[in-house]
């Protein structure tokens, strides 16, 4: 799996939106981008995921860039409880076998009241 | 929404001595994996599980090591003789059949501490 940078913190006020990067520069044609996130020590959660084209759902959208070497995710409203580490992961397509996800060390998102 | 439930969410044992690890998948779900979370570090793939085999498994799960479903609702890790090492937050995980790629959701985890 292509491997992904992403800042290690940041820091985003309550009510605005958190746009959280994601480098992926060397990611192949079949390789999807997902991203979890992880509130304190609980088990990840499950945020959104996408191949090439922007995503959204009740939780967050994903902007991909046309060359998909990067991508965003935007947490339109951030709350207190957005507060976690989020993970971008590129994994590649589950039809071909390959069903772990590999976390990196994701960023660390504190929203401030 | 429906949960992976893991239990206990605490174990204490001593190094050498079994443990076993419990979950509760979602009940459609037919995917089951297993992650750990040592103190401060990533969280790591250990075992992916379908239609009563391993699917995958990384270099992590070795032979101390087993995945079991003994029943239609639960899934087990066993570690045979635990070492200082297997110190972790242990996750188990589960998904649909479909579509492929699907997500995967996580239980709250077992905080296993070996002395």
Redesign the interface.
Known sequence: DAKTTQPPSMDCAEGRAANLPCNHSTISGNE?VYWYR?IH??????II?GLKNNETNEMASLIITEDRKSSTLILPHATLRDTAVY?CIV?A???F?????????GTRLTIIP | EPEVTQTPSHQVTQMGQEVILRCVPISNHLYFYWYRQILGQKVEFLVSFYNNEISEKSEIFDDQFSVERPDGSNFTLKIRSTKLEDSAMYFCASRRLRPLGEKLFFGSGTQLSVL
């Not at chain 1, 020590?41 to 499950?46: C, F, I, V």
């Not at chain 1, 076998?97 to 060390?105: D, R």
């Open positions: 999807y992880q020590s609980q088990g990840p959660q499950y995921h993970y994994r397509d589950p039809n076998g390959n069903e772990k996800l590999t976390f990196g060390t």
